[in-house]
Structures are given as C-alpha cells and as structure tokens.
C-alpha cells in the first residue's frame, strides 16, 4: 500500500510508474530495500519534510531530497512543466534542481507530492529483485497480478483528495492513466494530453527522452493549457 512521498493533501501530485533508485549491487539493494520498506507513513506516503533524517539519509530512495542532490531525470520534466505553469516563464536547471531539494515531497510545504502506480522500487525495468517472491517472480507477474487493483486504489484516492493537479509522466502508461482519470484525455500537442474535471486537471506528458525538442514542446503545450486550468 505504499503510494510514495509527501503529502496526499498536496494540491499537486506527479505520478509516475514505479519508484527508482541508485543501484549498487543486487545484495546492497535487498538490504537497502529492507530498511526503505520500513520507513514510517501516513496513507502510505512518506513525508519526505527537510531536513531528511540522519537515521535513513543514506537511503539511495531518499537522495533526490538531500542538500547536495542532483537533479532526478525523471522528475526533471514534469517538476519543469508544475514550475512553467505556476510562474510563467522558462526556469533554469538550478531553480528546478532547487525546487527538487528543498520542496518536493515535503509533507510540511505541502506543495507537491510523488505518487506511484506500483509500490515496489526498482533500479529500472531491465532489473528485478524480488523474484524470489511468490506471485513476484517477474515484473510481469507483478505488474499482471497487481495492476488493475493499484489503478482503482489511484483513482479512488484522487477522487478522494481531489488534488488541483495532476501530472502523469510516460506515455507506455497511458492507458493505466486513462482509467484513473475515468476518460480518454484530449491530445493538446503531440504525445501530450490535457483532461479536466470540476476538481482536478490531469496533464499527461513523455519522457523527455524519447521526445525531440521536449523542452520546447513542453512549453507550447504549457502555453495551452493555461488557459483551460482557469
């Protein structure tokens, strides 16, 4: 039942796949696992308040909310887009990376928070630790056993906390976000989509990596939707 860091009150969520994290080797992961699973929640958030403590920041998990962190990539683009739309104008690598240390998933700001769709962290998708698991024992199985009841947890929590904002980030995951949304958003620009609700506007948006000219993209598509976030 973990969902990921800071607050589900935040009017802002980032909602992602499945939590990453800096791999060493796959025995200093489990044991790294062991303690994150640990860490304290509420509604299955850990607020992630500054600064971090000294008991768990050497928590890879943890790092992207540390004083000397470097900017985290797949945050990078959606935390850009959350930024463009709040001040209007194009913020530099540091404002970003700053917005990264000091107020993403801090429960006490209470900003911006990050949401997972599956609870279990991995280093990336060609990596999977649990398989010694029953019902885990490829991430396939995984995501196959569990997807659909994760999809109707995120939705009944958004329309629960109705946050303001929404921001997905992959389009391999469109269809899981369609359903948490309850209908298919409409593509503003290429490979980005917009949906609003009384409560919550959704933005849907790749990765930048897979995006030529994703910054510029970004931005036009942000010029849009401004106006439909009144």
């Known amino acids: ?25 796959a025995e200093s992961d489990k044991k790294m696992l062991e303690r994150q699973f640990l860490l304290p929640t509420v509604n299955g958030m850990f607020d992630a308040s500054r600064p971090i403590s000294r008991d768990v920041c050497d928590l890879t998990n943890l790092s992207p909310f540390l004083p000397n962190a470097k900017i985290q990539p797949t945050w990078k683009f959606p935390i850009t887009l959350y930024l463009f739309l709040q001040s209007g104008r194009i913020l530099n690598e540091n404002e970003i990376l700053d917005f990264q240390r000091s107020i993403l998933a801090d429960g006490g700001k209470n900003e911006v928070a990050t949401v997972e ?89 790749p990765q930048p990596q897979y995006l030529p000219h994703a910054y510029e993209r970004l931005y036009k598509f942000a010029d849009i939707i401004k106006k439909k976030l009144i």
């Open 117 to 205: 769709l599956m609870s279990l962290p991995s280093p990336g998708i060609s990596s999977w630790l649990y398989s010694d698991i029953p019902g885990f024992e490829t991430r396939k199985s995984y995501f196959k056993t569990y997807r659909k009841s994760r999809v109707q947890g995120l939705k009944e929590l958004v329309q629960k906390y109705s946050p303001r904002l929404v921001i997905f980030y992959s389009l391999t995951y469109l269809r899981e976000w369609t359903e948490v949304i309850g209908e298919m958003p409409e593509e503003i620009t290429h490979q980005m989509y917009f949906s609003k609700t009384d409560k919550t506007a959704f933005c849907i948006i």
């Open 1 to 25: 039942m973990f969902w990921g860091y800071g607050s589900l009150e935040s009017p802002v969520w980032l909602v992602g796949m499945e939590e990453g994290f800096r791999s060493i080797n």
